[in-house]
């Protein structure tokens, strides 16, 4: 069962997800010195109505397993720690534990 950290991060995933044509529509036009004042104005004031989970720096990688947010392995989604564990117990295909 994951920990309220992971659902959190879940949900700002898909919020994201949802929200980044129109975010970066509505950057562009903001940021584009050669449109007029009142129009990269209004873009902005619409930038400024999302929400805090529509933010694509609200994501951060957390372990699927613990919801630690350090030390994460991305392509496994794991930490460390639960990436050694499963590594030993072979449940990670492709992984073994280097001997020589």
Request: aromatic share 8%.
């Amino acid at each position: 069962m994951p920990n309220a950290r992971v659902l959190r991060d879940i949900k700002a995933r898909n919020i994201v997800k949802a929200n980044e044509v129109l975010r970066r529509a509505y950057l562009y036009v903001a940021r584009n010195e050669t449109l007029s004042p009142q129009v990269r104005h209004q873009a902005q004031l619409q930038l400024n109505t999302f929400g805090k989970y529509t933010r694509p720096t609200t994501v951060k990688n957390r372990c699927a397993e613990s919801g630690r947010g350090r030390g994460i392995i991305s392509e496994f989604a794991l930490c460390r720690y639960q990436f050694r564990l499963k590594a030993l117990k072979l449940e990670l295909p492709g992984v073994r534990k280097a001997s020589w």
